[in-house]
Nanobody, 115 residues
Framework: QVRLVESGGGLVQPGGSLTLSCAAS????????MGWYRQAPGKQRELVAS???????NYGDSVKGRFTISTDNAKKTMNLQMNSLKPEDTAVYYC?????????WGQGTQVTVSS
């Protein structure tokens, strides 16, 4: 079992920045992926960014060049630095963890980009 705790969401003005964090605990071993997904009202959940514990990162097209994902393997945490935020980035952001044991989701954190 893996537990994920997200933090860092909130309200920010367009053009601003936020950093989301996800702390993982439990059965974390072997090769794994962590990622951020988001879901806006009336839309499907979509990939924001993902990264493996070997450092291989992948980004959704809408956030490339603005968001940066990183991990601290020793602390089992993952961060998402979000810059140049736009109103269309408004969504609930979910942390996801996957390894050979299964797939796990965090509870979600709201990000609102508005003036």
């Amino acid at each position: 079992q893996v537990r994920l705790v997200e933090s860092g969401g909130g309200l920010v003005q367009p053009g601003g920045s936020l950093t989301l964090s996800c702390a993982a605990s439990g059965s974390i071993f072997g090769y794994y992926y962590m990622g951020w997904y988001r879901q806006a009202p009336g839309k499907q959940r979509e990939l924001v960014a993902s990264i493996s514990n070997e450092g291989s990162a992948n980004y959704g097209d809408s956030v490339k060049g603005r968001f940066t994902i990183s991990t601290d393997n020793a602390k089992k945490t993952m961060n998402l630095q979000m810059n140049s935020l736009k109103p269309e980035d408004t969504a609930v952001y979910y942390c996801r963890f996957s390894n050979s044991l299964g797939l796990y989701w965090g509870q979600g954190t709201q990000v609102t980009v508005s003036s």
